[in-house]
C-alpha cells in the first residue's frame, strides 16, 4: 500500500476539477527530459480515460529517444506552433502544470499559462514551489513527477483506468529521474509502483533498451571523444569536470538529448563523489549546468549559490549567462568552498 502523500484537500480538490472541466492542457518545462515528457503523457493518458480533450505542450524540442512513447507525436512544441498553442492555453478549462516550480521554466510559455483564466494545478518535485497555482502538490522527496502523477490518479481512484500505454510513459519517468533507479530512489513505496506497473503489462526491459540503447553513431564518438579530451579530475576536490563547446557539439553532428547522461560517468571512477558536465548551449546564448554527487553531499546549493538553479541532493542543474571559461571557473571556486564538504563524503 502507498502513502497518502497527496493531501485529501489536494485530491478532492481535482476531483472536483474532472467533474467540471472538459478542456484539459498539460505542460512541462524547457528542454523536457523524460520525467517531463513521462509524466505530461501519462497524465495525459489517463484524462483522456476520463473522456477529457488533452492537449500536452512543451516549450521546445525533446529528445529522440523519447519518442517511442504513446502520444509523443503529437505534443505541440511551442516554438514552432505559438498561435496554436497560446489558443489551446487561452480556452483551457484547466492546465497541469508538471515537472517545474515557477513560470520561468516554461520560457516563452509563461506569459501566456500567467494570463490565462484557466483553473491550474503543479505536480512537480523540485524545492521551493512558487505561488502561481490553485493547487500545488509539491513534495521534494518523491523520486520524479511522474511518481507524483501516478500517486495523484491512485488517489482518484482511477488505478483500473491507467492503460499499458501509461504505464509505460509513468515508469520511463521515473526510471530516468532516478539515473535508472541508482540515486534518489531508496524508498521502497517507489517498488510497489513499479510492480503496480508492471502489473499493467509494461516490459521495463524494453523502455530501458529504448531509452539508454537507442543513441546515435555521433553520440557515440562524441562520448569517447569527452573522456579522453575533456574529462578533468580533479583527486583531491574528489570531483570531476566534462565541459564541450558549441563547436565541439557541431563536430560531431550534435543532437538533442545526445549528452544526457555524460554528466554521470565520473561519478564511476573510485573516490569521485561530485561531477558536472558544463556545456555552451546550440540554441540560446546560455551556459548548460549539470550536477551529480553520491552520499550526502548537496550538489543542490552548489546549482543555486553558483550557477542560478537547483533540484535535488544527488541531481541539479543551473544556468550561466556568459563566457564558458568563466563557468568554468565558478565550478573551481564552488569545489574550493566546498572541499571540506566533499573531502568528508564516505
Known sequence: MLSRLIS???????????????????????????????????????????????????????????RWMSGAKDIIRYDKYKEFADKLI????????????????IDAMAAGVDAAHARKIMIDHHLNPADFCQITVSH????????????????LGGFDDITKEAAECIYCGMMTDTGGFTYNSNDPEIYFIISELLSKGIDKDDIYRKVYNTYSEGRLRLQGYVLYHKMHVFPGFRAALIYLDRAEQKRFHYAKGDTEGFVNIPLTIKNIVFSAFIREDTEKE?????????????????????????????????????KLDDALTLFKQALVKYQDLLLAQK
Open 90 to 105: 487561452a480556452e483551457a478549462d484547466v492546465i497541469c502544470c508538471l515537472d517545474f516550480n515557477e513560470l520561468s521554466r
Open 286 to 322: 546560455v551556459i548548460k549546468i549539470s550536477l551529480r554527487s553520491v552520499g550526502t553531499f548537496p550538489c543542490n546549493k552548489v546549482a543555486s549559490e553558483f550557477f542560478n538553479g537547483g533540484g535535488h541532493l544527488n541531481a541539479s542543474g543551473g544556468e550561466y549567462y556568459g
Open 140 to 155: 521534494p522527496g518523491a523520486s520524479s513527477t511522474s511518481e507524483l502523477v501516478f500517486r495523484l490518479i491512485c488517489r
Open 8 to 66: 485529501e484537500a489536494n485530491v478532492n480538490c481535482f476531483a472536483r476539477w474532472l467533474e467540471e472541466a472538459d478542456r484539459f492542457v498539460v505542460v512541462a518545462h524547457v528542454s523536457p527530459d523524460g520525467d517531463a515528457i513521462g509524466s505530461a503523457l501519462g497524465l495525459q493518458h489517463y484524462l483522456e480515460s476520463q473522456e477529457k480533450t488533452v492537449n500536452v505542450i512543451v516549450p521546445n524540442a525533446f529528445p529522440d529517444f523519447l
